[in-house]
T-cell receptor
Framework: DAKTTQPTSMDCAEGRAANLPCNHS???????VYWYRQIHSQGPQYIIH???NNETNEMASLIITEDRKSSTLILPHATLRDTAVYYC?????????????FGQGTELSVKP | KAGVTQTPRYLIKTRGQQVTLSCSPI?????VSWYQQTPGQGLQFLFE???????NKGNFPGRFSGRQFSNSRSEMNVSTLELGDSALYLC????????????FGQGTRLTVV
């Protein structure tokens, strides 16, 4: 079973920041938080991951609370092409396998 | 370089038949994982292959099987198809198991009638 809880859907205005929350209250010390997204009719795409520090890359920022029980993915200037289902996944640091356990995700709709 | 290639993109089969789906990973990638996506169950892990060996398997019946060839290409097979097997089957590849980023193909849409 997925170890994360996300809102089913969210809306965001184009050009504004999209803040997608994720609850992972049972996360253990040796688990990363990963984010993937799936645009309609495509395979999932990796966005970002983190352990306990905030992370930023060219796509997004990841803010992890100090107790690591929740996190927020931030798309700083959402565009229509960011409309997708966003998945928050917890994954062991020392996992030697490629298995990803997806939850139901958040369907983000970016509106003009 | 080319991404993960899955063939065919679309497939229609009849109940009771069997089907084979193919996945060509990104050049140099040796790890391949398979996922099933349905509206009801979402994305579910099927199995993972590395160096021609199955390393991990999800909770699916034995009708679902797979293999990996020496060139890292992978196939999955579903025998005795059921209506509930209708789904999008996705393949992901990475250099090694557990790499930070897995690269997904566009999937094969299987419809069982």
């Amino acid at each position: 079973d997925a170890k994360t809880t996300q809102p089913t859907s969210m809306d965001c205005a184009e050009g504004r920041a999209a803040n997608l929350p994720c609850n992972h209250s049972t996360i253990s010390g040796n688990e990363y938080v990963y984010w993937y997204r799936q645009i309609h009719s495509q395979g999932p795409q990796y966005i970002i991951h983190g352990l306990k520090n905030n992370e930023t890359n060219e796509m997004a920022s990841l803010i992890i609370t100090e107790d690591r029980k929740s996190s927020t993915l931030i798309l700083p200037h959402a565009t229509l092409r960011d409309t997708a289902v966003y998945y928050c996944i917890v994954r062991p640091v020392y996992n030697q396998g490629g298995k990803l356990i997806f939850g139901q995700g958040t369907e983000l709709s970016v509106k003009p | 370089k080319a991404g993960v290639t899955q063939t065919p993109r679309y497939l229609i089969k009849t109940r009771g038949q069997q089907v084979t789906l193919s996945c060509s990973p990104i050049s140099g990638h040796r790890s391949v994982s398979w996922y099933q996506q349905t509206p009801g169950q979402g994305l579910q892990f099927l199995f993972e292959y590395f160096s021609e060996t199955q390393r991990n398997k999800g909770n699916f019946p034995g009708r679902f099987s797979g293999r990996q060839f020496s060139n890292s290409r992978s196939e999955m097979n579903v025998s005795t198809l059921e209506l509930g097997d209708s789904a999008l089957y996705l393949c992901a590849s990475s250099y090694n198991p557990g790499d930070t980023e897995a690269f997904f193909g566009q999937g094969t849409r299987l419809t069982v009638v």
